[in-house]
């Protein structure tokens, strides 16, 4: 099946810094990439949608400014979070959707901000 | 009101046990996704259902549109199959995921 990868798996960072995740397509083009979020024992929430060569579109309540999202290429799409704290700490997972009825998850990104 | 409902939140079963995940959502959909989570976190995806049934494995997934209805089966459930599994509509509207550990 298509292949979702996420990089980092792992990153702490210190408060006040910027940290980026990198979302790629490995075998299959995306027009269309999600971003989410999971905190401890909750389900996953949809923080933005991004279209290739696009803006993305944020969620109610996710600041534009803090999570920019950058998708340059029909493979690839970026997640930094910008000036960094703790409660930004959170599992990051990506998702990657190739025609209406099928869309792909990365293995998600463990931010831990200290 | 939650968009998307599931139940139960929590399932503990026997190895070998067959295994019934529900899920109810209210609003209108174009297909609904089935996801697994294991511990580490990683996400799969393991059905995507606009209508009628679906099988692969030991795993099935059934969606009535007109209820607003989908159920997910494991037949002869086996403790690799302990996760998360997670209900999603529409753009990713999730359910707050059924936490299934299979004893063995």
């Known amino acids: 099946g298509a292949v979702v990868s996420q990089h980092p798996s792992r990153v702490i960072c210190k408060s006040g810094t910027s940290v980026k995740i990198e979302c790629r397509s490995l075998?299959?083009?995306?027009?269309?990439m999600f971003w989410y979020r999971q905190f401890p024992k909750q389900s996953l929430m949809l923080m933005a949608t991004?279209?290739?060569?696009?803006?993305?579109?944020?969620e109610q309540g996710v600041e534009k400014d803090k999570f920019l999202i950058n998708h340059a290429s029909l493979t690839l799409s970026t997640l930094t979070v910008t000036s960094a704290h703790p409660e930004d700490s959170s599992f990051y997972i990506c998702?990657?959707?190739?025609?209406?009825?099928?869309?792909?998850f990365g293995p998600g990104t463990r931010l831990t901000v200290t | 009101k939650n968009e998307v409902e599931q139940s139960p939140q929590n399932l503990t079963a026997q190895e070998g046990e067959f295994i019934t995940i529900n899920c109810s959502y209210s609003v209108g959909i174009s297909a609904l996704h089935w996801l697994q989570q294991h511990p580490g976190g990683g996400i799969v995806s393991l059905f995507m259902?606009?209508?009628g049934k679906k099988k692969h494995g030991r795993l099935i997934a059934t969606i009535n549109i007109q209820e607003k209805h989908s159920s997910l089966h494991i037949t002869a459930s086996h403790p690799r199959d302990s996760a998360v599994y997670i209900c999603?509509?529409?753009?990713?509207?999730f359910g707050a995921g059924t936490r299934l550990t299979v004893k063995p």
């Open positions: 999603a509509v529409r753009d990713m509207r």
């Open positions: 259902l606009s209508s």
């Open positions: 998702s990657a959707r190739v025609a209406a009825y099928e869309q792909y």
């Open positions: 991004s279209n290739e060569g696009s803006k993305a579109t944020y």
């Open positions: 075998d299959f083009q995306a027009t269309t």
